[in-house]
């Protein structure tokens, strides 16, 4: 399994565990919101048993490693990728095609017959 695609604590965001700040980073919600859900479904649903299961996480879960991500930029890519990787997929599809258009474009521009390029490159030599 992918280290990018894990469920982590994450210690540096951690109001008490980190368990709520590791789901907001594998779901890409922000951590308040978690945070929200996780004490309204404790007191209005689940009860004592969300408590438990709060903290069998934060000791079951790993600690999310220092470094896992370059940049903001990397870590909202992968978390794109485990909220919907079909959409990603398509995502990056859609890129690639859209360079491989732009390239044949200036391929086509510099293959073509342009007589002031032509001459250009002729004055060069």
């Known amino acids: 399994m992918n280290r990018r695609t894990t469920l982590y604590r994450d210690k540096h965001k951690a109001k008490l565990m980190g368990v709520a700040a590791g789901i907001a980073d594998y779901t890409g919600v922000d951590a308040l919101w978690v945070r929200l859900g996780m004490v309204a479904l404790t007191i209005f649903a689940l009860g004592p048993i969300g408590l438990l299961a709060y903290f069998v ?9 220092p470094h896992l991500y370059r940049d903001s930029q990397e870590e909202q890519y992968w978390q794109r990728i485990r909220q ?9 599809r859609a890129r690639f095609r859209d360079i491989d258009r732009r ?12 007589k002031r390029l032509t001459a250009e490159i002729e004055q060069l030599r």
């Open 57 to 65: 996480m934060g000791f079951v879960l790993q600690k999310k490693p």
């Open 84 to 92: 919907s990787p079909k959409r990603t997929a398509r995502e990056i």
């Open 103 to 114: 390239l044949a474009d200036v391929e086509t521009h510099y293959v073509s017959s342009n």
